[in-house]
């Protein structure tokens, strides 16, 4: 089962340009994370923020969570053409050994 | 960081017969592994919970006979697809976490299986 949407499904933007994904969830949860994934490949971990975060930061990587809203955001500044990827946001609920479920997702397609 | 891999990466059978994906945590022992789907152009959809020693518990819609899961070590978790059919053709991926840690989880790089 898939925990939440992300939004916009698809975007598309020029190099230099910052891009913004939203991720909303249904359930309490312990973290929020997000993931890359190339075209065909496996996941690469981005950024994982704790429930108790509002803020997390790296590199030209920035994430909020407002858990009151039950959303995050996924910011990357400065976007490359080695952006270009699908981006998915997972969360883990409060109970060890559970699985982390993912939302659907947001392909991003950055051009030079 | 912890490494988890898959194997084999890629694999193509003809329909009927029975595909076997091993997931391994190469450095760490992981009580836990998940193993998920992914078919084209959508997200991750789990597929079943494994624990080390005991049966795999499986998402709802995921028929058990047919994706057999077995988690003999803390090390390696294994699904087979029994009489694949070209319907089951997907991107499989597994993940371990470690003991008593569910804040991270390790990713496989993936099964690409094609079922002709």
Partial sequence: ??????DPQALSIQEGENATMNCSYKTSINNLQWYRQN???????LILIRSNEREKH?????????TSKKSSSLLITASRAADTASYFCATARNQ???????????TLSVSS | GAVVSQHPSW???????????ECR????QATTMFWYRQFPKQSLMLMATSNEGSKAT??????????????????LSTLTVTSAHPEDSSF????????????EQFFGPGTRLTVL
């Fill in chain 2, 11 to 21: 694999v193509i059978c003809k329909s009927g017969t029975s595909v076997k994906i």
């Fill in chain 1, 1 to 6: 089962s898939q925990q939440g949407e992300e």
């Fill in chain 1, 96 to 106: 060890a050994g559970t699985a982390l479920i993912f939302g659907k997702g947001t």
């Fill in chain 1, 58 to 66: 790296s590199g030209r990587l920035r994430v909020t969570l407002d």
């Fill in chain 2, 92 to 103: 499989y991926i597994c993940s371990a976490s470690f003991p008593g840690d569910y804040n």
């Fill in chain 2, 58 to 75: 499986y998402e709802q819609g995921v028929e058990k006979d047919k994706f057999l899961i077995n988690h003999a070590s803390l090390t």
């Fill in chain 2, 25 to 28: 945590s190469l450095d760490f």
């Fill in chain 1, 39 to 45: 075209s065909g490949r496996g996941l690469v971990h």
